[in-house]
């Protein structure tokens, strides 16, 4: 009797590890990545225009989706152009030959989709270790480390939280990455501010809360999923104390994802919101 117990409890402690095993490789965590970086490069042949490519990677190298892309000289961007189905942009940010060095490239968003559509209508992706990987051009040599460079930088997609702020190279500086759960926020610091959009889903008429420890210049502003920004909400001075704000002011806004993102000088804080109407 004690054998077949004990067989028992073996049976169930192997489906019940089955079972969660099977369910963390079907995890898919709704979430928004947000990165930034500055490039720099040295005798440029180019006057100081560069051309400049991020996209995403899974584990196993495989290209998700581009998420920036800016130039025109796509055969300088040697690694990017052999990336399949041919160099996708879907719903990413592009633009010509940037000018300038250093530059700083904030904003870069992923939303843990794949290509087969944008906001609402997309497919998320398992959790996993995923790859922002980026390229480089800034001259007419193709090679690694004199025309152009390539960087990558690795995170979890999962229901935690993570930032990941990688050493200073000598073509990528101050990268910060950082991997925000849907109704998780990113606080700087959390003594200087409080902020929440809840519910979420929420709709036009709902009101953003937040409160100051002190007087402060407070910029408030609302974003599409490519980064772009839609309409500012606040941006002035306020006193200490509990505020709030409409997503309708100024104008109400189509359905769809969205990112709030709140800098009182001295934290910053970006939500993934879903507004429904």
């Not at 806004?253 to 993102?261: A, D, E, L, Q, R």
Request: charge should be neutral; aromatic fraction near 10%; glycine fraction near 8%.
């Amino acid at each position: 009797m004690k054998k077949k117990i004990t067989h028992l409890l073996l049976m169930v402690a192997l489906l019940t590890s089955t079972f969660l095993f099977n369910s963390s490789l079907t995890a898919q965590t709704a979430g928004t990545m947000t990165f930034t970086v500055t490039t720099t490069y040295t005798n440029g042949s180019w006057s100081g225009r560069h051309d400049f490519v991020v996209w995403i990677e899974n584990s196993s190298g495989t290209f998700i989706k581009s998420r920036i892309h800016y130039g025109s000289d796509n055969d300088h961007l040697v690694e990017w152009s052999t990336k399949t189905p041919s160099m996708s942009l879907v719903d990413a940010t592009t633009g010509s030959t940037k000018n300038g060095n250093p530059y700083v490239y904030s904003g870069i968003i992923w939303i843990g989709n794949d290509l087969t559509g944008v906001s609402p209508n997309y497919t998320l992706l398992p959790d996993g270790t995923y790859t922002v990987a980026m390229e480089l051009a800034w001259g007419s040599s193709k090679v690694l480390g004199t025309g152009r460079q390539i960087y990558r930088v690795n995170f979890t997609k999962g229901p935690s939280p993570q930032t990941v702020t990688p050493a200073n190279q000598t073509n990528f500086t101050n990268m910060t990455l950082q991997w925000n759960p849907l109704g998780v926020g990113v606080a700087v610091n959390d003594e200087q501010a409080k902020f929440s959009v809840s519910p979420n889903p929420i709709s036009n008429q709902s009101k953003i809360q937040y409160s100051l420890n002190g007087l402060a210049e407070v910029n408030i502003g609302l974003y599409d999923i490519t980064g772009k920004l839609v309409k500012v909400l606040v941006n002035e001075t306020q006193n200490a104390g509990n505020h709030s704000i409409a997503i309708s002011e100024n104008g109400k806004v189509s359905p769809g994802i969205y990112f709030i993102k709140m800098n009182n000088g001295k934290t910053e804080h970006t939500e993934r919101i879903l507004i429904s109407e």
